[in-house]
Structure formats: C-alpha cells, structure tokens
C-alpha cells in the first residue's frame, strides 16, 4: 500500500464520482486488492471490475448454505469472465461443534450471529488479513437502518487495523436498486436466477425469502429479527459507525 | 340507473377522491352493479367494497388457463369474504374450434388478441350486457403505455352503448402499486401466493411471468408483444380513448 | 363399423395379442376411430398408433384445469407427430353454474363425480356419440380396484347401446406401467415432464399428486376418497361390469 | 471391542435375520457403535435403532452441497427422535483448494471421485478412526452393479484395518426399497420431502435427480457416470470385494 492514500480525503473527493472513476483509483493504487463477491446482483460491481482489468482477483464466501441457483450462478461468472474465483469455506472444526451442538437452524432461536460468525467472517478475516484493499457491492439504499451512510471509500476497522490498515472500497454506495437493475438488463449482464422467482436481496437459503412487490429488499433477510441488526458482520463497520 | 348520473361531470369531481369515496359513490347510484375481480392485486378494491357493503356482487372470468394458485386464492377469497364470486367460463364451441386448429399455444404465433377475445373478452360481453355499471381495478400506473390516463369514473363505450350506458368505476385509478402493496401488508389482506415468487401482474398462466427486480409489472405480460398492445381487451377502452 | 365385427370373440382371440395387433386390427376395421389421449403415459398407445397410420385421429379433453406442464405436453405432442388434436372443451353454461354455486374445488367436499361429470364426461359424450370405435390407453394394473378386468376389446356400453354399438380398444390392458416406461425410455418417446416430478398417473391439477417411491400410481388420484371409486367415468363400463 | 465377535460368522448366522434381530446384535456387542444416516430413505434403520435404543448415536456428512430440503429433514429427524445428531464437515483447506482450483461443478468433467474424497470420505475416515462399529442403510436392491452381495455384517476393509478392527452392520442388505417404503407409511416415520418430487435415492444435490415411474433409483445418481462407478467411496468394501 502507498503510505500516501488517504481514505477520508479521497472519500470525500470521490464522493459524487462514478463507480468506474471509483474503481480505477482502486486499481491504480492496489496490487493486492480483492473484490468480494456474494452471488447476487453485486455481479455489476464484479462487470465494472473486469471491464477495467481482466485480471481483477475475486474471492467469494461458501458458505455450505448457499441455494443451488447460486453455486450455479458462482459457477456461470466463473466461467463467462474467465476469472479464477477463490471460494473460502468455514473452519470445519469449529462448524461441525456449533451445528452438532445447536443444530442446522439454530439462528431462528438465538439470531444469526454466531453462524454468519463460523460461516462468513472467520473465513473473510482469514481472507483479508494481509490484503491491503477490498471492494465490495455495498449500496446505501439496500438498508436504510444500516447502510444509509456507507462512504465510497473508508479505512476499514473491522478487518485491519492501524498496524495493517485495510482499505474498503464500496464503488456502487450512492446507487440505487434502480440503477443497478437498469445496468444489468441493458448490458445484459448476467444474474442470479433467484432474481427471477422474486429475490432481491440473496444471502444463504434458510436466511433469505422472496420479497413481495414494492417490499424493500432487506425484508427478505434475516426476517424475523430488527432491521438494526440486519448485517451478517462483513460490514460490521456500519454498525460501529452507527455508536 | 338514475338517469341524472354524469360520469365525465363525477369523474372531474371526484378525481382526487379516496377509492372508498368513489366505491361509496358507486353503492349509492346503482344496485345492478358488479365488481370484476382478477384474482391479482386487484383484491384491494374488492376488499375496500367489501367493507362498505357486506353484499358486493363479484364476477371473475375464468379463462381455462389461470394458475393453479389463482385457482386456490379465487376459492380463499370466495371462503374469506363469505362472497358467491361469479366465475365465467368461455364459449366451448368457440373454443374447441380454436384451440382445435390452432393448438394451445397459438398466441405465441399469431398476438394474444384471438384467445383473449374468446376466453376474457366474450365471456366479460355477455355479464355486462344488461349490466348498469361495474367496478375495476385498474391503475394509471400498471401500464405507462395505455393506462395512463384511465379516469376515476367512466361511460364505458366498449361493453355498453347509448342505447345501453354502462358506467365503469375505476377506483384505484391513482393508486400506485406502493399503495396497493402497503394496504395488503398494513391490513393483512390475503393475497395470491404467486406474489410470493416475483409475480406482479397476474394474467393466464402461459401469458404471465415474473419481473426482475425493478422491472416495471407490465413487462410480466404478454412479453413477446409491444407495450401499446398489452391489454387483454376487457379496458378496451383505454386503447380507443388513445386514438 | 362392419356389421361382422364381434367384440367378445375378438377379445378372447386377441387377449394375448400385442398392443400393435390390437391397434392393427382396430385400423382396418374402423374409418370413424378416435384415440383418447389425456397427456400421460398413454403416449405409448398413441406413439404405437401413429406409427402404423400417420393420419390416426386423436381427441383430448381440456377440463379448463389440467398442469400448466400437461398444455404443453399436448401441444408438444401435436408438433412431435404432426397431428391435429381435437381439443373438448366442457359445457360452458353448465361449468358456469356448478363453479359459481359450488365454488372451485366443491369436489374435495362433494367427491369428484359432479366436476368429472361436467369436465370430462359430458364432453366425452358429446364426441362420442356417432363415433363408431375409439382406442384408450387403459391398462389393468394402474388400478386393482377397478381396471383388473379390462378386456383388449369391449363393446362400449357406457358411450354406446345397441341401436349405436361402440367399440372399445383397450390395446395397452395387458401392459405393465414398467412395460410402458420402458417403451418411452428405449424409443425416446416424448412425456409430460410432471413424470420427471413423482408424478405416475396425471388428470386435473388439482386432483393428482406425485407418489412417494414404491405406492401405486392410482393412490396419487382423488387420494380423499376410496379406491373402489377411483374412476372419472370415463371408463365407466369398467364399474359396471364389476356389479 | 470384543474379542471373540466374529463377523463373518455372525454374518452368516444372521444372514436371513430381521434388521431388528441385527441391530440387537450391534448393540450388545458394541459401545462405541455409530449410526450412518444420510437424510434419506435410510430413515428406517434410524428409526428400528432408535427404537430398540433412545441414546443410539448418530452421525451424518454434510458435504456442503445438500438440497434445502435435506437440511431440514436432518433437523426434523433431530427433534423428532430427540437424539444429537453429530454433523461432520469437510476439512475446509481441502475443499477451498480443490473448489477455488477446479470450480465449483468438476465433478461433471472429471467424475465424482475427487469431490466425493473431499466432501464424505475424508471426513468419514475421521470419524470411523477409533470407532469399534458402525451401521448402515445400505440395501443389496440399491444398485445392481455394486451392492448386490451387501453382507448384514462384515469387517470394514476400506475404514479399518487388521490392528484396528471396525465391524460394519447392514441390517437392511436384504430389504427391499418396496419393504423399506412400506415400513415408512406403515408406522408414519418421517421422510425427507424431496421423496414427494421423484427423489428416490438422494445424495448431493448437483449429483442427484429424480427418477421416472419404473425407472432404477440408482439412476438418479451420477447419472452421467457408468454404473459400476456409482458409489461414493462410503461402502468402498463392496468396489473392492468384487475385484
């Protein structure tokens, strides 16, 4: 990393610029950046990447969970982009003690934290320990209680630290559902068959339901807990932020 | 009728009006008068009228090609609300000699126009002759291309004529689907499962599908076809008023 | 029909006889012959027929309630073999009437005659009346309770009388459901891919389900009512003769 | 581990035995004795043991790719018998090598081995090491090419060797799939959903589908592979028994 980038400063600057202007500057500046990609429609970030730079490294989070329709559709980016595609699983000691332990739904009773725990953030924290830079799908108006202030780019405390500080890009922060779908079906780019039988928001199948028409999209996630704490933890930045 | 009803006069006075105004306006002039319900969305204004008058007459066209879960929320709506519910079945002759020649899937081919005519449009003729007046559905918003000016209050000029004037109440002609959707949620009105699986506009099985996300409804019907010939023929009017 | 053609003493000379020389003999005798065909298994009996006579005339009956998934069997088939497929459709006046008293599953409550009475028989009637013989896909071992007696060759005495004799070909009677799925297999003929679902026999949407591994196929038909009961009266000579 | 328990003895003393009578034997002679469910029809070994023992102890493999349905039924199976139910993972450095290397469908081009090594043998190894018995729900009707001579007992060549010793039961090696369904509708033992939808045997989801009426419930299983090589290693005695 350039001792000289500074996430705030540049946040700012770059704050009105487009996803493409964002992603350069991403790109410039880091060897060892990543774009994390979920399955879902964050496929546009992953197309913009790719457009800049056919060798833009991508990792994803199997989570052993996941909707067939999604390992299919990890499995068709796979193959249409020609990346190679790191696919992490979770510590399968600790994951076997917690599932035999409490069960293969245990999240309905005691909330989702502690399997988005085994199954997401260890393996990412194991990911992004040692990488300077991620980018990410995220979008402001994917959540309003926790995502409303999502900056295009931040220093991020969650995964590093002062002492190997992790730069965060979040290039798709200011667009909308909207847009986001406008790019995919003009492009025709491709997506999830989920979006076809009414999910919006996609996550692991026994934590993701369709949404009705004109519902917002985190309903269908995590649905029978607050909309406050409607993050698995991959950015659990936005939480801190929120205190 | 009472004679001294004026639709083009009530259609300006009460084109702000609350759908439960225009529905009460409707109960007050005319007893002959019949809800078409579709077995979609639509359930909003059978649900106001039915909070108003326990009594409303209800008809749905039943085209011989509906979803089976249309089949099952028509039987639930019918169950719920204590209501007879109408169902109209095609001509056979009509439609033996068509889906004889043609095949079952001629619209595909040759425009939705010839099956509509037969499965909704005559079965809808022969209710509405000698019918006073009848209540719609229908939304400015559902189809930008013919809808977009559909008045609160009409004579309708495609089932009825001046010797016979048939009034046509549309009182959820500036409802948007937002509304429509927050009323279903906040009243707990029930609703045809299809909803539950990217279904928005809801027609005949073969000639309907889901939208993506942010996909306007009307892009689910008859999809093969341009946008200014997407209506089945029962809102012809919509269509005449635009030449 | 040839005054000289002797069902009974046929049956007897022909029980043992193969599905093809059923079929053969039916087609040299009978000009005004019509093969039932309902969008199941019974394609073998129609793919044995079309290949010893390309102009074999076929009929179906569209209740207005069959799989989304048999339509486009039947229009499949259409196109596979060229043929035209007469397509019944019910009595509309009478549909309207049982449907808006009785509502639209009444035969959950009631038991299915009245709804097959209106739906497949009626219009079975209809066709066959002035018909001098017609070829069913019939087999003995899809219902112990009522088919175990099927003759290869019967005077119809539920569509036809005396005055109007009728032939019945039973040609598959002796068939195993394991014979005919072999058949499909090894000739690659085309099926209704309900059959790829767990579905053995098919008839209406919403009076047939998939079986589990090993149950006879007729227990996934009217599963609400009892076995010796088990017929739509299409086949109703079979009834008959048990009593 | 006893000393004098001699297998294949035993083997043919019970060879005519109920699963009941085999089952008694394993727990007599064995404490450290696990029952092998795979969330499948072998649901009625499971249930006989359970029977005989309410502290029977019970593994499974998640291989990380099972259908929805199939984690649900292992936790209807966990409530419903109130037993633990022990879930073993994939060893995660393993499976992120192979998966990120060869993608996430290899199996289709280069056969089932190497996934199958990965997702259920290896983390079957782990288990079975230290383990003095295990029991099965394997069947001889399962797969005509390779369980033909499935023994009731036999020493486990493949899990365990001469100095540790492992003793495999398989109290339904004589049972056949029609035995095995009537037991599960006779006594209302529950069944994995998937067996509604034309499932008869169930693995992987990518590695399995459902059969058509009379088709061999082994072809529902690597379907794109020869049939002598449709095991997936966990009863890789019976591969090596017949070279």
Redesign the interface.
């Given at each position: 990393m350039t001792t000289q980038f500074d996430p705030q400063a540049l946040a700012e600057h770059y704050a009105k610029a487009t996803p493409q202007e964002i992603l350069s500057l991403a790109l410039e500046h880091f060897d060892d950046l990543w774009l994390s990609f979920s399955g879902a429609?964050d496929i546009v970030v992953l197309d913009m990447a790719w457009k800049l730079n056919k060798d833009i490294k991508v990792f994803t989070l199997?989570t052993?969970?996941l909707?067939?329709e999604t390992?299919?559709f990890?499995?068709h980016v796979?193959?249409h982009y020609g990346i190679?595609?790191?696919?992490?699983?979770?510590?399968?000691l600790a994951?076997?003690k917690y599932?035999?332990e409490k069960?293969?739904?245990d999240f309905y009773q005691s909330g989702h934290g502690e399997c988005c725990g085994i199954r997401k953030i260890e393996?990412l924290r194991r990911k992004l320990s040692g990488v300077e830079a991620w980018i990410t799908g995220q979008r402001r108006d994917q959540s309003p209680g926790t995502r409303s202030h999502v900056p295009v780019i931040e220093q991020d405390q969650a995964f590093g630290n002062d002492a190997n500080p992790l730069i965060k890009f979040n290039p798709l922060a200011n667009y909308s559902?909207?847009e986001?779908?406008?790019y995919?079906?003009m492009l025709e780019v491709p997506?999830n068959t989920l979006?076809?039988?009414?999910?919006?928001s996609i996550g692991c199948?026994?934590c993701t339901r369709?949404t009705?028409?004109?519902?917002h999209?985190r309903e269908g996630r995590w649905w029978w807990e607050e909309a406050t704490q409607k993050e698995c933890g991959l950015h659990a930045g936005n939480l801190i932020a929120k205190n």
């Open positions: 429609d199997d052993g969970r909707h067939p390992y299919q990890l499995q796979r193959e190679k595609l790191e696919v992490l699983s979770p510590d399968h994951l076997q599932v035999s069960g293969l739904f393996p559902s909207e986001v779908w406008t995919i079906r997506y979006h076809e039988r009414g999910f919006a199948e026994p369709p009705l028409p004109n519902q999209e």
